[in-house]
């Protein structure tokens, strides 16, 4: 296989999400969790909607996965949901941002860029993840 110059490695995370089963578990706990799930613009943006909602939330599970930790309430080395921030670009591409642990452990690993590719359906919400380290 041919090698990329500059390119140490490429890191990927991919996770899949029951729309029904996210949203039983978003009526289940108060708002306090969702708060603690999503940031702030997340939930002022997309908390209209489940769907948009659950697909957030599985961008952010393919990020920790990306960065080889899981989410903070998945393992105590998991990364806060909240360090992880998926918004959506002018022309309507999803894109990354990380803040505190997730951006400090994708510094550490030298991955200088990450993409979010995000798709749902009736039943479903998906993610993938990827990034290069140079």
Do not use: W
């Amino acid at each position: 296989m041919k090698q990329i110059a500059g390119v140490t490695d490429i890191v990927i995370g991919v996770d899949l999400v029951s729309i029904s089963r996210f949203k039983r578990l978003l009526q289940k706990f108060d708002t306090n969790f969702t708060k603690q799930i999503f940031t702030l613009y997340e939930l002022e943006e997309y908390g209209h909607s489940i769907q948009r909602l659950a697909v957030r939330y599985s961008a952010k599970e393919a990020t920790s996965k990306a960065l080889g930790t899981g989410l903070a309430h998945m393992s105590a080395r998991g990364i806060p949901s909240t360090d992880i921030e998926v918004r959506t670009q002018s022309n309507g591409a999803p894109i990354l941002y990380l803040y505190g642990r997730a951006e400090e452990i994708a510094q550490a690993k030298q991955i200088q860029i990450m993409k979010v590719s995000l798709s749902h359906e009736r039943f479903y919400a998906i993610a993938m993840v990827s990034g290069i380290c140079l």
